[in-house]
C-alpha cells in the first residue's frame, strides 16, 4: 500500500514536470558545457518496482534523459536513488526530489559562471573562502552546495564503491570571485611545493 501510496503522490505533485540541467567544468584545461533534460514521470503500469531488503519499496521513474545503465529510483521514504548498473541494490543519492530540483537549480544558475580545475584541492582548502554559506536545500551528507555572491562551491562524494572519494567543483563571477578562487588555488601550489 505504501509503494502504490508513494507512486500516486510522485504522480500528482511531480507528474509532467519537465527541465533542462545545465552545466559547465572544465575537462583537460578547456571548459565544456553540457545540458541534460529531466522528465518527471512514471511509466504507469509498467512502473517497475523493488522490495528493499532494508525495508520499503522503490520504483523506477523516468529521470534524467541520457543513455545510462542505472535507473533512476525513488523510495517509499521518500529519498531518491540509483541502482547504478540496473540490477545493484539501491543507493540513495538525495534525500527527496526537492533536495534534487533545488540542487539542479544550483547547477544550471552558475552554468554561465567561470568553472575552475579544482580536483586536487581538499575540500578543507575551501573552507579558506570568505562569504560561502551552506544552501541547505540543495546539500545533504553526500552533496553540499555553498554559494556567496561570486564564488560557488560544490562537493559531493563518488558512486564508486572501490575507490570512494570526495570531488569538488567550483564557480566564479565577477573580478571578485575570479580574485579570490585564484588567491586559493595560487596559496595551495605554495603550500604542495613547499611540503617535502
Request: glycine share 10%.
Amino acid at each position: 500500500m505504501n509503494l502504490i501510496i508513494r507512486c500516486e503522490g510522485f504522480e500528482q505533485r511531480f507528474g509532467g514536470l519537465r527541465y533542462a540541467v545545465r552545466r559547465s567544468r572544465v575537462v583537460h584545461g578547456e571548459r565544456y558545457e553540457t545540458s541534460r533534460g529531466w522528465e518527471f514521470d512514471h511509466l504507469g503500469p509498467r512502473t517497475a518496482a523493488w522490495q528493499d531488503p532494508g525495508g520499503g519499496w522503490y520504483f523506477e521513474w523516468t529521470g534524467e534523459r541520457v543513455a545510462k545503465p542505472c535507473r533512476d529510483l525513488i523510495h517509499t521514504d521518500g529519498t531518491v536513488g540509483t541502482d547504478i548498473d540496473g540490477g545493484s541494490p539501491y543507493l540513495r543519492i538525495a534525500p527527496s526530489l526537492l533536495h534534487l530540483i533545488e540542487s539542479h537549480a544550483l547547477m544550471d544558475a552558475v552554468a554561465t559562471w567561470t568553472p575552475w580545475p579544482v580536483d586536487c584541492l581538499a575540500v578543507s582548502a575551501l573552507e579558506l573562502l570568505d562569504g560561502l554559506v551552506v544552501v541547505p536545500e540543495a546539500s545533504w551528507g553526500s552533496s553540499r552546495w555553498r554559494l556567496s555572491d561570486t564564488v560557488a562551491v560544490m562537493d559531493y562524494d563518488s558512486w564508486d564503491h572501490e575507490n570512494p572519494h570526495r570531488r569538488t567543483l567550483i564557480w566564479s563571477r565577477a573580478e571578485a570571485g575570479h580574485r579570490q578562487v585564484q588567491a586559493l588555488l595560487d596559496g595551495s601550489r605554495t603550500a604542495i611545493r613547499a611540503t617535502p
